[in-house]
């Protein structure tokens, strides 16, 4: 995206009301290839796809509604006197700084707040200073779905939205007359993005063809970016509702329909003129209506709340009635486990007792089993003892079965020499020498009895 003309740094300022579309159009300015900030505010579940809002120009802006005794949901204008003040002037140095962070030296950004409709003044100040060129589009949406966006929002009263939405596109307006400038309809944005381009155009901001950025932006530009839906004859026909919303709209209609008609500036300055003068008349009635339909609201939220409980504790009567039956035969078999308690411990302190007698006889038996075991070990020495005496008579024997055996084989021995004597003897007295000898044997007999 391009711009035309001699300023080398180009600035595209949304001028828009809460909830009324500022978001889509800055988020299509940057996929059509206009420098967004560099530090974004978080997406929300009111705004899932982003706010295309730079977080630090957002913060600037608190700060400086805060000091000239304002907020982003007061319907009292800006004082001009604070804006020519010292405090004001501060702030511009301020944003000068802030611009260089989010935006470097960008030659074409977007800057985009709700809250820049009631600082448009302090922004032209701001841009002069710095050499940038301004590119104003101001986007609109039907009141009533802003009233019912905020309502859904924020708990907004509708009269109250109705309010600020003249504050933000009354003075959007005023303030940025002798700008290069278009007006759009937030469904033209949803719609017909392509007729937005071609509108800038004519601010001197050409874009690239279609084709390069239809796809990026036909994914971002959904239905879903719109959750309430009212035609336009629901304000210009509806006697309900104050003159000045229904005039005001109507010429922002035409205006984005069929271009800026400034003999429509006198009809927008006189219902600008009569908002700021009633603001003296009514701001306190109008705060006192507020708090007290806060009140109310909150009352009426407490009394659905109740009224939800009570509804919700009607429709567990069935339960509750369940569960106390329930209870009660919960409670019979309690009684009856009780009761089978009680004979279980009758049981188990006679099976106490009887375990006490137990222990008492076994304490006995061991007793008498020390006794014997003591009687046991007496007769075990006492075998043992006559085991040896047993064994020694038993070795003894042995020995003298060995001493016999020996004998025995000696007299053997004896006797086999006592026969070779006698048969010897019996050879002898059988020879014939014996016999011859015999004389001999009578003649010595007398000598040996000698």
């Known amino acids: 995206m391009e711009t035309q003309g001699q300023s080398p740094r180009t600035c595209i300022l949304v001028l828009g009301m809460h909830r009324s579309g500022t978001s889509a159009l800055a988020g299509l300015l940057s996929y059509l290839g206009v420098d967004a900030p560099a ?102 949406r039907n009141p009533l779905e802003v009233a019912a966006s905020l309502q859904a929002r924020d708990g907004m009263e509708p009269e109250y939205a109705h309010l600020l939405w003249l504050r933000h596109v009354l003075d959007a307006e005023y303030y940025s007359r002798g700008l290069p400038r278009i007006f ?45 839906q009212q035609e336009p004859g629901s304000v210009r026909d509806n006697p309900s509702l104050s003159s000045w919303l229904r005039d005001t709209f109507a010429i922002l209609e035409a205006w984005a329909a069929s271009g800026e008609d400034e003999q429509d500036h006198a009809k927008l300055d006189a219902i600008r003129t009569t908002l700021n003068a009633a603001v003296p008349a009514f701001h306190v009635q109008v705060r006192t209506a507020r708090d007290a339909a806060r009140a109310i609201a909150a009352q009426e939220q407490e009394t659905a709340s109740l009224q939800s409980s009570l509804a919700e504790l009607q429709s567990l009567e069935p339960e509750l009635q369940r569960l106390d039956k329930q209870l009660r035969l919960t409670s019979a078999r309690l009684d009856e486990v009780s009761r089978h308690r009680d004979q279980l411990e009758a049981l188990l302190a006679i099976e106490r007792a009887n375990a006490k007698d137990r222990e008492d006889t076994l304490t006995r038996t061991r007793v008498q089993l020390g006794d014997l075991d003591v009687l046991s070990q007496a007769y075990s020495n006492k075998i043992d003892e006559q085991s040896n005496s047993a064994e020694t008579a038993r070795q003894i024997i042995a020995d003298l079965n060995a001493e016999l055996g020996q004998r025995d084989e000696d007299i053997a021995a004896l006797k086999q020499q006592l026969a070779e004597q006698l048969a010897l003897c019996e050879q002898i007295t059988s020879s014939s020498s014996w016999r011859w000898t015999a004389p001999l044997r009578d003649l010595s007999a007398p000598f040996k009895r000698r």
Request: aromatic share 10%; glycine share 4%.
């Open 39 to 140: 530090t974004l505010m978080p997406t929300h579940t009111m705004n899932p796809k982003g706010f295309f809002e730079s977080q630090r120009v957002y913060d600037l802006h608190e700060q400086i509604l805060a000091a000239a005794g304002s907020s982003w949901n007061d319907w009292r204008p800006v004082s001009t006197h604070w804006l020519d003040s010292s405090r004001a002037q501060s702030f511009q140095r301020q944003a000068a700084d802030v611009l260089d962070e989010e935006f470097g030296g960008s030659n074409l950004f977007v800057l985009k707040d709700p809250r820049s409709c009631r600082l448009v003044t302090y922004w032209r100040r701001v841009f002069e200073a710095l050499a940038i060129a301004p590119r104003v589009v101001h986007v609109h």
């Open 184 to 228: 759009v309809e937030f469904s033209q944005v949803l719609n017909d993005w392509q007729d937005l381009v071609r509108k800038l155009a004519v601010v001197g901001v050409s874009c690239p063809p279609f084709s390069a950025a239809e796809r990026g932006v036909s994914g971002f530009l959904t239905p879903s970016l719109k959750h309430h």
